[in-house]
């Protein structure tokens, strides 16, 4: 410090050159003056400056003097903090711990590799919270409160569910009901001074009782509804993570993370929580959720952090938990976000502008019913010649009239209409929680039932996911493996050079685990595929730790679906290095020039022998198998581990058929689809001919339909996909590129609603582009299931046709509510406009108008649109993109309804006396309530009526989709 002090002021000092301005090219901390310091040096002129000697240091030098000294100051009493030994406070020792969650936290989130090594590198710190990189944490209950209790657990704080008083007084809100309240107010005040108490408080307090009803039955809608979604939130942020717990791995809510658990992350999956990385290959993080940066972050043993929040986009590794819950850097920046307003969905967005167009049209039919009253009340006191004598009566007379014509805009206003939207969407969507698929977006619900087209996975969607090696080929010679007999047969008559390769290839090459389980047996752990191939070669005699334990990993290449294959390349104890490959079996193979024959011999692969080994490859994909092939390489001395991994002169040690059978039901699934015109497109990155096999044995592949390889679509014109992507049923060797741009095609060029199935990191864009992006819960990334407006929890192509039945049925609900709802609205607007012009009263009062407008709107919406689905909904065709909501044929219902209900209405306004032979002083009375009682039984059988299905919708038969 005091030599940069010496350095810089002796810097100023001896300068003897003119002054100058400090101007832009000066230090940046000159803009940094503060107004006080500006102030306190007096202005002069540029020429004076000039011919003044610099032996006094000028303000922009001394404030350049000033910014390095901090600087300097800042380093060493940075440097005295390192120096000094870290002290554990007090609470932490007594719990056993030897670090407190603060310095864990300013370690990661700040990157802080200084502090790091002085608590001793990753080790050190795990030490620190006693916890073992390898083992884990032991989990003995009172452990795990102690360290809850210091570190806290690994959960967000929630932001205050909002009190159901909250949602009266939105309710209240209302613009029509504020005015409506006033009219009861004014009501109140002139009929209790008129006509005294309670006569005269009738009219008022029964406006005031509807108003209250309207309020708390819309507030308990509301408030019933927000915990439903805050629920279906709670379970859209479960996660399960792989942790080492006592040595043993097993999944754990993330939820129940704490600082010390060491977790294992692979490609797609998201950073639980704060950590350090302990080991791992070619591992990138994408961290632009917390950075905005795009550009993914290398992790190693250098940089070693790790943040809550970020996203596996390559490679694999362990990881250490540091910090979790609000203390990391991700529950830090959810702290500062409050909760957003709930985006309404396409639909509702279309609804309210219909709300509004017949809004308009009511507030015009009731300012004209209110002129029209006021006119004949103003008519009547002319004739009686009291135009200027006015009375409390002739008051309240227009006061019901103004709250006539108020009543008549609430009714005619179906608000009622976004209401019901939300219910039938919160309805189904906890209704589809129960059949395995979590909603995400509230506007995949009515979406998907307008799908047209679904682009399915194969693997793990269409087929069960359990996976058995059941046929090999290695030196040349074709082998069934579908016992463990037949195992063990094959690994006596296989020479022993070759099953040694073999299972180092195997054991090396693999994303996989065997590990001990609590129970003491031998538990895999991986993907299907990895864990097929792990059972073959421990079912062949093969010791999965000592076969690691013989080589050192050095670098790994992981599978992603644009390679489609994985390479590890192993140091070996000569000093030597050998890589491995495994993958797509043409892909692989083709990367091979030499092989093992019968004898165990490294040969030449020859034209006639990759000809037979590619046949052999065919052969199992007819068989609907899928095919791997393994190979390995050994590497030239002077090869460095920073070079990429050669892509040929690879050496075939084998190829493996796996077997994956279609799951039960998907064929009738697929029948389903195709008889409610709905095309089903597999777009699979498996060989083209096991692809074909299982479309046709799930019913996808048709005589007239077409399947195509990703590399062969991808070089076809524009003008050839015009004509393909109607054709296509089946794409193998896709790449996530391939599946987005068909996606995409469809979409814009064919104008379909497409629905996509995703599962890796790689299908986010195609997911992103689809219509409803529909992501696997159990196979599926993290990544992929935050690209996804749906996830499917059991991975179940069946239940994507239940996601598809609830859309509809949540469409065709909504659309026999409107149906309903817009009737109401016209019968009782004409009702009171005709009668208000010919007779010159209104028979429906503001009081039954209200009460016809709650039931319509909370009980009426609750019946139509909570029915659940049934069969006949995917027996018509698809509404499509481009269908309208509201049909044609509703129109006509709506029309139709509205003028029976009408004329009736009508019959008894002016013969109602005479049919029903009414006299006295009450008949005007009692012809009312008749009319009343009338207009609301219509109602009840327009209700009942909607759920005729023939009565809303001609049923069609769909065209027949390919």
Known sequence: WRATWRRTSGVSRARTRPRRRCGAGASSAASSRTPSAASASPPTSTSAARRRPSSTPTTCEKLRVAVLVSKAALQFIHGLKLRSEYVVPEEVKAAGFQICADELGSIVEGHDSKKLIIHGGVAG???????????????AEDSMQ?????????????????????????????????????????????????????????????????????????ATSDYRQSLQFKDLDKEKRKIQVQVTRKGFRQRISIYDLLPGDVVNLAIGDQVPADGLFISGFSLLINESSLTGESEPVVVNEENPFLLSGTKVQDGSCKMLVTTVGMRTQWGKLMATLSEGGDDETPLQVKLNGVATIIGQIGLFFAVITFIVLSQGLISKKYHDGLLLSWSGDDALAMLEHFAIAVTIVVVAVPEGLPLAVTLSLAFAMKKMMNDKALVRNLAACETMGSATT???????????????????????????VNSPQNASKLCSELPENVVRTLLESIFNNTGGEVVINQDGKHQILGTPTETAILEFAMSIGGNFKAKRAETKIAKVEPFNSTKKRMCVLLELADGGYRAHCKGASEIVLAACDKFIDETGAVTPLDKATAGKLNGIIDGFAHEALRTLCLAYREMEEGFSIEEQLPQQGYTCIAIVGIKDPVRPGVRESVAICRSAGVTVRMVTGDNINTAKAIARECGILTEDGLAIEGPDFREKTLEELLVLVPKIQVMARSSPLDKHTLVKHLRTTFNEVVAVTGDGTNDAPALHEADIGLAMGIAGTEVAKESADVIILDDNFSTIVTVARWGRSVYVNIQKFVQFQLTVNVVALLVNFSSACFTGNAPLTAVQLLWVNMIMDTLGALALATEPPNDDLMKREPVGRTGKFITNVMWRNIFGQSLYQFVVMWYLQTQGKTFFGLGGSDADIVLNTIIFNSFVFCQDLGDNLQKARRFLMVSRTPRPRT
């Open 125 to 139: 710190i795990a030490a620190k919270l006693a916890t073992s990189p390898t083992d884990g944490l032991d989990t």
């Open 146 to 218: 102690r360290r809850q209790d210091i570190y806290g657990i690994n959960k967000f704080t929630e932001s205050e569910t909002r009190s159901f008083w909250v949602f009266v007084w939105e309710a209240l809100q209302d613009t029509t009901l504020i005015i409506l309240a006033i009219c009861a107010f004014v009501s109140l005040v002139v009929g209790i001074t008129m006509e005294g108490w309670p006569k005269g408080a009738h009219d008022g307090l029964g406006i005031v009782a509807s108003i209250l009803l309207v309020v708390f039955v819309t």
């Open 454 to 480: 679904i682009c399915s996975d194969k693997t793990g969607t269409l087929t069960t996911n359990h996976m058995t090696v059941v046929k090999t080929c290695i030196c040349g010679n074709i082998r069934e």
